[in-house]
Nanobody, 115 residues
Framework: QVQVVESGGGSVQPGESLRLACACS????????MGWYRQAPGNERELVAT???????NYASSVKGRFTISRDNAKDTVSLQMNSLKPEDTAVYYC?????????WGQGTQVTVSS
């Protein structure tokens, strides 16, 4: 059974940083597209960042230059380094694995940015 588990969320002040981690089990992620989405209250889930099996990255315009996605295929983990956080980054962040025939989502981790 494939599982995706996020960690690293929390409450920070504007301008601070957080690093989210996504641990995958039941698969070897090296061949798959991995990514992060987020969902704020009252909003639809939106793309934050993706990383291909070859390491190519894509970011939402709202986080480009502040967030960095990376992967460690040997450990089957994906990370999201979030710098210069803003109140509008407040959301539940979800990691996902695109396994070609289906997508597996984690349960999410809350990120709150507030002064």
């Amino acid at each position: 059974q494939v599982q995706v588990v996020e960690s690293g969320g929390g409450s920070v002040q504007p301008g601070e940083s957080l690093r989210l981690a996504c641990a995958c089990s039941g698969i070897r992620i090296s061949r798959y597209l991995m990514g992060w989405y987020r969902q704020a209250p009252g909003n639809e889930r939106e793309l934050v960042a993706t990383i291909t099996s070859g390491g190519a990255t894509n970011y939402a315009s709202s986080v480009k230059g502040r967030f960095t996605i990376s992967r460690d295929n040997a450990k089957d983990t994906v990370s999201l380094q979030m710098n210069s956080l803003k109140p509008e980054d407040t959301a539940v962040y979800y990691c996902y694995a695109n396994l070609w025939v289906n997508v597996v989502w984690g349960q999410g981790t809350q990120v709150t940015v507030s002064s």
